[in-house]
């Protein structure tokens, strides 16, 4: 017969990490999702007066990122916020979409990068954005919490260090 102890440090290091994984995995597909709902959406409420999506997205790009990085933000907040997190680490993972989506379209304005590229690079750069504010706040993204509970908001606080907001 076996014993169950406390967990070891190294369990306890793994399942912080699956956990921190798992958060991670779990906003990309929130992301997905709101880019295929959310561009469907705008796509049937546009369609009277944009006939051709390919023309509209090449002449203005600048519109299309932005209202992309709209679309995935959205639901991530959303589902961050049934997670348990409180707004302020949903501003945070805003900012990490937002933050490269302006800064590209800044290079896109005095020229250090071609329109046709700009939705590919506006991607590439979300993710380790994404990345660095979860590791910034590794603690905030690497602990067990239930969904939707007032418990796992006031644990999501305390392991962020800040107030219930």
């Not at 302020?88 to 990068?113: K, N, S, Y």
């Not at 590439?124 to 660095?132: E, H, I, K, S, V």
Request: proline share 4%.
């Amino acid at each position: 017969m076996t014993t169950v102890g406390p967990p070891t440090s190294s369990t306890r290091r793994r399942t912080g990490v699956l956990r921190f994984a798992r958060h991670f995995a779990e906003m990309i597909v929130a992301m997905i999702v709101g880019m295929a709902a959310l561009g469907a959406l705008w796509r049937a409420v546009l369609s009277p007066w944009i006939t051709d999506f390919s023309a509209f997205t090449d002449d203005h790009v600048a519109v299309v990122a932005l209202v992309m990085a709209f679309d995935m933000t959205v639901p991530m907040v959303g589902w961050m916020r049934y997670r348990g997190h409180d707004w302020a680490r949903g501003a945070e993972m805003a900012g990490a979409m937002f933050v490269p989506t302006l800064l590209l379209l800044c290079l896109l304005e005095v020229g250090a990068t071609a329109r046709d590229s700009l939705i590919g690079l506006q991607h590439a750069l979300m993710l380790p954005a994404m990345l660095g504010v979860m590791l910034w706040r590794r603690q905030a993204y690497s602990h067990g919490h239930r969904a939707g509970s007032l418990a796992g908001r006031s644990a999501m606080s305390r392991a962020s260090g800040e107030g219930a907001r």
